[in-house]
């Protein structure tokens, strides 16, 4: 266990239904991560949260809408959804760059 | 691509056997990390060299980076069936942003 949690770990749902992703974390990290992680392509930075507040976007359609209450929470709020956004979505929190932790993963399949 | 490239691709090799992966990026750095990752599971972070470094060990493992060959090795040594997972080398880009190359899939054949 990294001390990172997920939740949902399995997740399938059709392309017009809104659902939510959550991270949670009690390492005292104040940076949390979003990722995607597609089969066959390399692991995608999507949104990166530094005390809070969104440093980084990485170009994601508006369909995926992140939220982080405090340094503890992330959510990935989804709606209207594509067949091609299912993946493997990861979340992971740092205290530096230079060691992220990660969580088991949500496994996303949109219909 | 400004993500890092893993080679080989894929690796199957018999327990006990030494394993070796390879990583290659294109821009400077200021460290290198490797992960690794279970099927369908989180990266655990494996290591972390700096670009001031040569050699580094950790338990079975050795991770050698040449940054005038812009390229980073990561070496298992008698591996075991519980090594059989992907592996990811990574770098910073920017201030926090960490880049994956695409990994190597390793498998242990009892």
């Given amino acids: 266990e990294t001390g990172v949690t997920q939740t949902?770990?399995?997740?399938?749902m059709g392309m017009t239904n809104k659902k939510s992703l959550k991270c949670e974390q009690h390492l005292g990290h104040n940076a949390m991560y979003w990722y995607k992680q597609s089969a066959k392509k390399?692991?995608?930075?999507?949104?990166?949260y530094n005390f809070k507040e969104q440093t980084e976007n990485n170009s994601v359609p508006s369909r995926f809408s992140p939220e982080c209450p405090n340094s503890s929470h992330l959510f990935l709020h989804l709606h209207t959804l594509q067949p091609e956004d299912s993946a493997l979505y990861l979340c992971a929190s740092s205290r530096t760059v230079d060691e992220q932790f990660f969580g088991p993963g949500t496994r996303l399949t949109v219909l | 691509s400004q993500q890092g490239e893993?080679?080989?691709?894929?690796?199957?090799?018999?327990e006990g056997e030494n394993a070796t992966m390879n990583c290659s990026y294109k821009t400077s750095i200021n460290n290198l990390q490797?992960?690794?990752?279970?099927?369908?599971?989180?990266?655990?972070?494996l290591i972390l060299i700096r670009s001031n470094e040569r050699e580094k060990?950790?338990?079975?493992l050795r991770v050698t980076l040449d940054t005038s060959k812009k390229s980073s090795s990561l070496l298992i040594?008698?591996?075991?069936?519980?090594?059989?997972?992907?592996?990811f080398c990574a770098r910073i880009?920017?201030?926090?942003?960490?880049?994956?190359g695409q990994g190597t899939r390793l498998t242990i054949n009892p």
Avoid: C
């Fill in chain 2, 57 to 60: 060990h950790s338990g079975r």
């Fill in chain 2, 34 to 45: 490797w992960y690794r990752q279970n099927s369908g599971r989180g990266l655990v972070h």
């Fill in chain 2, 93 to 100: 880009q920017g201030a926090q942003k960490l880049v994956f």
């Fill in chain 2, 6 to 14: 893993e080679d080989p691709q894929a690796l199957s090799i018999q």
């Fill in chain 1, 42 to 48: 390399p692991l995608e930075l999507m949104f990166v």
């Fill in chain 1, 8 to 12: 949902p770990r399995h997740l399938v």
């Fill in chain 2, 77 to 87: 040594t008698a591996s075991r069936a519980a090594d059989t997972a992907s592996y």
